[in-house]
């Protein structure tokens, strides 16, 4: 099993930035991608970043390319979404996710909540 838990998240206004981290805890990690979700009100989950908690490429959004940035602290098991030139289309529960699956993550972290303001 692994827990995720989430914080970070806010009100903000256009073109602010802000931090989002994942606390991860449970089994080993190290095969895992680590990704970020988001979910705006009234669309399906959606797929924003994502990396390999052992390192490598990592995986954008097109609508997110250039303004937010995954990384990762393995001696603190954490992994964080920088986000940068924020819209208010950007607002939504971001969701942090872990499996070996990218694209269909097993683990699910309870969510935050970003509002970005006009």
């Known amino acids: 099993q692994v827990q995720l838990v989430e914080s970070g998240g806010g009100l903000v206004q256009a073109g602010d930035s802000l931090r989002l981290s994942c606390a991860a805890s449970?089994?080993?990690?190290?095969?895992?991608?680590m990704g970020w979700f988001r979910q705006a009100p009234g669309k399906e989950r959606g797929f924003v970043a994502a990396?390999?908690?052992?390192?490598?490429?990592?995986y954008y959004a097109d609508s997110v390319k250039g303004r937010f940035t995954i990384s990762r602290d393995n001696s603190k098991n954490t992994v964080y979404l920088r986000m940068n030139n924020l819209k208010p289309e950007d607002t939504a529960i971001y969701y942090c996710?872990?499996?070996?699956?990218?694209?269909?993550?097993?683990?699910w972290g309870q969510g935050t909540q970003v509002t970005v303001s006009s």
């Open positions: 996710a872990a499996g070996v699956n990218v694209t269909a993550p097993a683990y």
């Open positions: 449970g089994r080993t990690l190290s095969s895992y991608y």
């Open positions: 990396t390999r908690w052992s390192g490598g490429p990592t």
